[in-house]
């Protein structure tokens, strides 16, 4: 009980349940860790906040002196100590003084204790820093290591938040260089070091330049290319590790080679039952990208052998999806088109006396070591009047099935190869009545379409001895089965039977709500394909298992619509600004490059009048220390338009609620510059526009030691905020749903499909920069 209490406590200060268990394995570190949290939570009187327990975990962790632990927690407790490098220093002195007392004024000033550093310090502290190197910033712009810029700024102001000036380095840096060029996001190249001896020389490679080995990521189709998977060549399957050869196995290759002329043919074979998801965005680039890297084909086969679960929504929007990540088809082909063939080969496997009609039923094949079948020696004869009788509708709904006599790698012994189901098929209609499963149908349709590579992720690999042995069963062309690792994500389902879950819970619309991570879900959103495919190829070939966080999948659609997505301005929360200066008599057309990065690409045109509407967030009253937008006696810029706006008037309503603003304007070049520019609307078009977070709220939803409740109560109650009266400049009046824009100083937003002719509808992509919180 004592362990649990201290695990609870533990947790409570921030630690994940996996630091928490390995810390009670350290009996000293324990007990001091569960002493100063007592003594922090008896002086706050509250629990713990997550940057207290850190430095209480830092303390607990690095003291050495048991003695001084009462005296150190009551200063982080009391938030007199509340940054690392404070803990540092107090660490420091209390060893460096061993005997008591300790000068409590001495310690204070050695620790920064109650030394307070304004935003105007850390301003001038950057300036100063950026001023010592701006030339050499100047010309190595985003590549010039910021890291030396906050490093000075830091030893200027030893108790400074870290935070705070690093964010003031991105302002300073942002305010002098503009924003990212396409040159800015090339990656600087790195000297290369010693490659570890674990390192996957398949996702980089050493090159030359300038006589310094340089180290690259290779792109997808480098890491599929040629010898790069160390896969087999076109015919020479025999020499694949753990395949199994018959006398006819080299004149079936001699035929293949035949038909196929060396050509490597991949396929692509989902299940027509639901909707692709992330992982199949792995799936889909490694069957058509090692194709393709190879001069070869790729099919796209429907495995259509469930009619109970296909509909023909999901064969649509499964060719939709791969033709939007950019790949097309050698063929469409389905498992139905060969149903005559499998029935055939069906019969043969009995003849040979490889299958047999079985009638256990489904409960008592369920479980890791069902009893075996007594009709399993049953004569041949007796199966092939009993299979027959199967398809001609004589035996009901799990009366009889057909298995075939093999014991499978995970133990799962005469798998089911055909069953009875009277549901008509979306192709054959009421033709068939027993429909072959996926571990017959498979390894079969693979040989009929002379498949070369067989790719498949790691849960097939227990039936890879059953795909050779079939094929050998039947003495037909046998292709090799290669697994690779599934990719995941965390805060996600992919499931097909939790997301119906969720839509009939009325947590997500439906297959393509945004919140999900369905590839329907991912283009409505407004995520590029070219975003998802760079992502596969960052996370590359991998065998293993992947599970990946989303914002790294976030920072490859930045990467693409930082370059694709025209800019233009819009505002969520308006607050009207009246300018009763105004230097004309109606509006100004004001000129807005559509990248001002890149005013090669164009500009757009938006009006300029005496009203316009701002953010509310961008107006305030009293400002806090380190504000520097629209405030009394602090002017701002409007972007684009070379005038600056200052405070006249505040108009408030009848319970004191702010209404709008009066303002005067001036040219921005006829006095001082103002601290900030800020985005603005004039004669708006009225949207609605959709802000998305994370759908769950823990990593692993699906997992019942971290969501107890299962993956429905971990919903995140804030996962979509609907902003119904945002206001947009009328340069995207003309927009269709997909297309996609950056909303300035807001983030990536795309057309959503339920925009109608006078009321656009917007989803927020992604914002411009990740979520520090994220992580």
Avoid at 578 to 592: E, G, M, Y
Avoid at 593 to 604: L, S, V
């Amino acid at each position: 009980m004592a362990a649990l209490d201290s695990l609870s406590l533990f947790t409570g200060l921030g630690l994940s349940e996996q630091k928490a268990r390995e810390t009670l394995k350290n009996t000293v570190l324990s007990a001091q860790l569960r002493e100063a949290a007592t003594q922090a939570q008896q002086t706050l009187g509250s629990s713990i906040d997550k940057a207290t327990g850190t430095l209480l975990y830092g303390l607990a962790s690095r003291l050495r002196d048991p003695r001084r632990l009462s005296f150190l927690v009551s200063y982080i407790a009391s938030r007199k100590i509340h940054t690392e490098t404070q803990l540092s220093a107090a660490l420091e002195y209390v060893r460096s003084h061993p005997l008591d007392p300790i000068n409590t004024e001495d310690f204070e000033q050695e620790c920064g204790v109650g030394v307070v550093v304004t935003p105007e310090q850390i301003e001038e502290a950057v300036e100063a820093a950026i001023n010592c190197h701006r030339a050499k910033l100047l010309v190595e712009r985003y590549h010039f290591n910021m890291g030396l810029l906050m490093g000075e700024a830091r030893a200027a102001l030893k108790w400074a938040d870290g935070k705070m000036i690093k964010h003031e380095v991105d302002m300073q840096v942002l305010h002098l260089l503009g924003p990212k060029t396409e040159t800015d996001l090339e990656k600087k190249p790195k000297v290369a070091k010693a490659w570890p001896a674990e390192t996957d020389q398949r996702t980089a490679k050493d090159v030359v330049e300038n006589g310094e080995a340089v180290v690259q990521t290779l792109s997808l189709m480098e890491q599929l290319r040629g010898e790069a998977l160390k896969f087999h060549k076109p015919g020479e399957n025999y020499k694949t590790p753990g395949y199994v050869t018959t006398p006819h196995t080299m004149d079936l290759l001699k035929h293949h080679l035949e038909i196929t002329g060396g050509q490597v043919r991949t396929r692509f074979p989902p299940e027509p039952n639901g909707i692709l998801h992330i992982g199949h965005a792995k799936a889909i680039n490694f069957n058509f990208g090692y194709a393709k890297a190879n001069n070869g084909i790729c099919f796209l086969r429907f495995d259509d052998t469930n009619p109970e679960k296909e509909e023909a929504k999901f064969f649509t929007a499964i060719y939709d999806m791969v033709a939007w990540l950019g790949y097309t088809p050698y063929k469409v082909t389905y498992a139905s088109d060969y149903f005559d063939q499998l029935y055939a080969w069906a019969v043969e496997l009995i003849r040979r006396g490889q299958a047999y009609v079985c009638h256990q039923r489904g409960e008592e094949l369920k479980g890791h070591n069902p009893l075996p079948s007594p009709w399993r020696d049953r004569p041949t004869e007796e199966s092939l009047l009993l299979f027959e009788a199967m398809r001609k509708g004589k035996f009901a709904e799990g009366e009889a099935t057909l298995r075939m006599k093999l014991v499978m790698e995970d133990g799962k012994m005469d798998p089911v190869a055909y069953r009875v189901k009277y549901t008509p098929h979306h192709r054959t209609g009421d033709i068939w009545c027993i429909y072959p499963t996926y571990d017959y149908t498979h390894c079969l349709c693979d040989s009929i379409e002379h498949i070369t590579h067989s790719l498949c992720t790691k849960e097939f690999q227990a039936r890879r001895s059953s795909y050779f042995w079939l094929c050998n069963a039947l003495d037909v062309y046998c292709p090799v089965q290669w697994e690779y690792g599934r990719l995941n994500l965390h805060y996600a389902v992919v499931s097909k039977r939790k997301i119906l879950q969720l839509v009939a819970a009325g947590a997500v619309r439906d297959w393509d709500d945004p919140r999900l991570f369905t590839l329907t879900a991912l283009r409505r959103r407004g995520f590029p394909p070219e975003a998802i495919n760079n992502f596969c190829a960052r996370v590359g070939v991998t065998v293993a298992q992947t599970t990946m966080e989303p914002h790294l999948l976030e920072a490859c659609v930045r990467d693409v619509l930082n370059d694709t997505a025209p800019r233009a301005m819009a505002v969520l929360e308006p607050l009207q600004v009246v300018i009763t200066n105004f230097p004309a008599a109606k509006a100004l057309d004001i000129q807005v490059p559509n990248f001002p990065a890149d005013e090669t690409k164009g500009f757009h045109q938006v009006p300029f009048g005496s009203t316009v509407f701002i953010e509310r967030t961008d107006f305030k009253e009293e400002p806090e220390p380190g504000y520097k937008r629209l405030a009394w006696g602090q002017p701002v810029g409007l972007r684009h338009t070379g005038y600056v706006i200052e405070l006249q008037h505040v108009v408030k309503g009848p319970s004191d609620c702010l209404e709008s603003l009066k303002v005067t304007c001036r040219r921005a070049d006829a006095g001082e510059k103002p601290k900030a520019f800020i985005h603005w609307v004039s004669q708006p078009l009225t949207c609605e526009i959709r802000l998305y977070e994370r759908l769950f709220q823990h990593k692993n939803p699906e997992d019942p030691a971290e969501v107890p409740g299962g993956f429905l109560s971990d919903l995140n109650p804030a996962s979509l905020q609907v902003v119904e009266a945002a206001l947009v400049d009328c340069s995207v009046a003309l927009a269709k749903p997909f297309d996609k824009f950056q909303f300035e100083r807001l983030g990536y937003f795309s057309v959503d499909p339920d925009s109608n002719q006078g009321q656009l509808v917007f989803n927020r992509t992604v914002t411009l920069k990740e979520d520090p919180g994220k992580v």
